[in-house]
């Protein structure tokens, strides 16, 4: 598991993202289970993620952030990302982003494809 904290912040509301390898919907959930015992990580307002399995299955939760899982799922789609989860964290900031949140999920997740 790697987590880029901190990696911008718009109108009050802070991101960061996390990933690494997922084969299934067992490992998905584990995944999350780990990230949400850090307490910073249990107390964020959204953990969206998605994950391309790799017998092809779909898999995403947008955790009160509707619509950005499938940002999420047709990022890793497009680029070929198979087997490895990616989860958006959002701090909310007192400020409703409406539709610029999606911006800052597909920010988020190029944050994740860039990193080394």
Known sequence: ??????IFTD????YAVSGGPCGSADDAKAF?????RRKK??????????VLLPDGTPLKNDDGEA???M??????????RVGEIIVVTRWFGGVHL?????RRVQDAVR??????
């Open 1 to 6: 598991m790697r987590v880029i904290e901190n």
């Open 11 to 14: 109108r009050g509301s802070k």
């Open 32 to 36: 999350i289970k780990t990230l949400t």
């Open 41 to 50: 990580f249990t107390r964020a307002t959204h953990n969206t993620w998605a």
């Open 67 to 69: 619509g950005a899982g």
């Open 71 to 80: 940002v999420i799922l047709r990022m890793l789609e497009r680029e070929g």
């Open 98 to 102: 409406g539709g610029d949140r999606f």
């Open 111 to 116: 944050v994740w494809f860039e990193a080394p």
